[in-house]
């Protein structure tokens, strides 16, 4: 089997973090571009059939954008496979990139439905489609996005970030200590937010 290359991943990543900015454009244009979607998504279940279709194909972005970091997981390492935690690290890289995945198949398989359904719905009906969709939100984007992937994250970036720094790519070794940094206080502040 033929071993995976530093390039080969890097590309197939960055084409992720492409395809996840993409996906979060996408969701924001379905919001109708208002910012309080993302603090409140209830607006979001009336936008309506198209809302719903930019809601499926910024899911499907997400998922593909996750998946493509996987090669990173695995080039990482191998790359670094004398290092200590490397099986560790890398592990809790392709579980971050699991959850991420898994949020963007339960939105984008479960958000549209509702707000289709929100457009046919009277009365009570509308407000219990409401309800529905902003739990479902809620789980996705805070359970799963913003605090349980925050944690195999911070990991994975602080563990591959400590090997980049011992092998004298100090630069990428800090870029990648702060991101993780930045995972591990967004997920403390996420827990400890009301």
């Known amino acids: ?7 080969l991943a890097t590309t197939a990543a ?22 309080k979607v993302f603090s409140d998504p209830r607006g979001l279940v009336t936008r309506g059939s198209a809302a719903a279709e930019l ?23 191998e790359r670094f496979k004398g290092d200590r935690f490397i099986g560790l690290c890398s592990f809790a890289g392709l579980i ?10 339960i939105l984008g398989t479960a958000a549209p439905p509702l707000m289709r359904a929100y457009q046919a719905a009277l009365g009570s009906q509308r407000d219990a ?4 969709f902003v739990i479902l939100y809620l789980i996705v984007a805070r ?11 911070a990991i994975w970036l602080l563990g591959i970030g400590h090997s980049f720094f011992r092998s ?14 930045l995972f591990a206080l967004g997920t403390v502040g996420r827990l400890l937010s009301p």
């Open 1 to 7: 089997m033929p071993r995976l290359t530093g390039r």
């Open 14 to 35: 960055v084409a992720g973090i492409v395809l996840m900015g993409s996906s979060g454009f996408l969701i924001f244009a379905a919001s109708g571009f208002e910012a």
């Open 55 to 77: 809601i499926r194909w910024a899911s499907s972005l997400d998922l593909i954008g996750y998946l493509l970091l996987g090669p990173l997981a695995v080039y990482f390492r």
């Open 96 to 105: 971050y990139i699991l959850i991420g995945a898994t949020g963007a198949v």
């Open 129 to 132: 489609i409401t309800g529905d």
């Open 143 to 153: 359970g799963l996005w913003q605090t349980l992937e925050g944690i195999p994250a």
């Open 168 to 181: 004298n790519a100090r630069i990428r070794g800090l870029v990648l200590l702060a991101l993780g940094a």
